[in-house]
C-alpha cells in the first residue's frame, strides 16, 4: 500500500505529514488528488484480489509487503480512472459491489440492463491496440515517403480484460445468482481523443464499447487458481520468480514499475537504462 509520496526534490514524506503541512511550502498537486491517489482500495480481509491476481505476481508480492512511496506525477494515469468511477455513482444498475467467493475477491464497476461493464480510460495507442488495430506502412505516391497506417485486422490485446471481466462474472454470479447477464463489455474513455495522435492511429471517436467474450468457467478458475497459489508461496517463502518477458514488456516495463526498488531485477534494469542514457548523451 501507499506509505508516502516523493515529492519533485527527490524526498520522501509519509501521507500525513503531506497532506497537513507540504514540507516545500508550494503544493505538487491539490490535496483532494492527492488524498484519492493514497486511498487504499476496498479488500476483503485474507483474500487476493482480481486485480492482485492479474498483476505480475512479483510485483503483486511486493506490493503487499513493502511500504510504497511514489510520486504523484505517475499517479496520475490511475488517478482519471478513478476520478471517472467516483463521478458515474449508482444511480442506475448495481455499481461498484465488493463480491467474493474462497478463491478471491473483486469490486466490478457496473452492472446494468443484463451487461457487465467495466470502465477503462485509456491513451489512444492502448485503444488501438485493444480494438484490433496495428500499423501498416504506406509508401506515398508522391514523395515516395513511407507514412505510417492503423488499419483494422489485427488480434484485439484485450486478454486481460477478459480474465478480469469473466472473474466478476463468476464472482457476480455467485453473489446473485438470479441475475441474468447477457453480455461483458468494456467502456472506454479516450484520453486523447480528438487530438492528431489519437486520429493518426485510427482512433477516430472520444470512447469506444469493447465486446468481451464470455470463457469457460473451469478454465477461468484455474488460471486463477494457478496465480493465488503463486502469489500464496511467495508469501510463505517470501520469494517469488522474476516476471517474464510478457509481463516486463520485454524489459521495458520497469522503469515505470511502482516496486522496482525492491526487485534485483528492476533495480538492474534501471541501471542499465540510466548508462544507455548516458552513452547517448
Not at 509508401?139 to 492503423?150: A, E, F, M, Q, Y
Not at 474513455?189 to 469493447?210: C, H, M, N
Not at 468481451?212 to 473451469?218: E, R
Not at 531485477?265 to 537504462?273: E, L, S, T, Y
Request: with cysteine.
Amino acid at each position: 500500500m501507499i506509505k508516502g509520496f516523493i515529492c519533485p526534490d527527490g524526498q520522501r514524506e509519509d501521507v500525513g505529514k503531506c497532506l497537513s503541512v507540504c514540507r516545500l511550502g508550494h503544493r505538487c498537486m491539490p490535496r483532494p488528488i492527492l488524498v484519492n491517489m493514497a486511498e487504499p482500495k476496498e479488500r476483503v480481509e485474507g483474500k487476493f484480489s482480481v486485480t492482485q491476481l492479474i498483476a505480475p505476481t512479483r510485483i503483486s508480492y511486493l506490493r503487499m509487503v513493502n511500504d510504497l512511496y511514489v510520486s504523484p506525477k505517475s499517479l496520475i494515469k490511475s488517478f482519471y480512472g478513478k476520478a471517472f468511477h467516483s463521478t458515474t455513482g449508482s444511480a442506475f444498475g448495481c455499481a461498484e459491489v465488493l463480491v467474493e467467493d474462497d478463491q478471491c475477491s473483486g469490486t466490478f464497476d457496473l452492472f446494468d440492463e443484463g451487461v457487465l461493464i467495466d470502465y477503462k480510460v485509456w491513451g489512444s495507442y492502448r485503444v488501438a491496440r485493444a480494438l484490433g488495430l496495428h500499423s501498416i506502412k504506406v509508401i506515398n505516391p508522391v514523395t515516395k515517403r513511407p507514412n505510417t497506417r492503423w488499419v483494422p485486422g489485427g488480434e484485439p490485446e484485450i486478454q486481460e480484460e477478459t480474465l478480469q471481466l469473466n472473474r466478476y462474472r463468476m464472482l457476480l454470479h455467485q453473489r446473485f445468482p438470479d441475475l441474468i447477464q447477457h453480455s461483458m463489455k468494456l467502456f472506454v474513455i479516450v484520453k486523447d481523443a480528438e487530438l492528431q495522435t489519437a486520429f493518426s492511429r485510427g482512433v477516430t471517436e472520444p470512447y469506444y464499447w469493447i465486446d468481451i467474450p464470455q470463457w469457460d468457467d473451469i478454465n477461468i478458475w484455474s488460471w486463477f487458481e494457478d496465480k493465488r497459489l503463486s502469489l500464496e508461496r511467495a508469501m510463505e517463502t517470501k520469494t517469488t520468480a522474476c516476471c517474464d518477458s510478457v509481463e516486463n514488456w520485454n524489459g521495458n516495463r520497469c522503469k515505470y514499475c511502482d516496486v522496482a526498488e525492491f526487485c534485483n531485477v528492476g533495480q538492474a534494469q534501471i541501471r542499465i537504462d540510466a548508462d544507455a542514457e548516458s552513452i547517448a548523451s
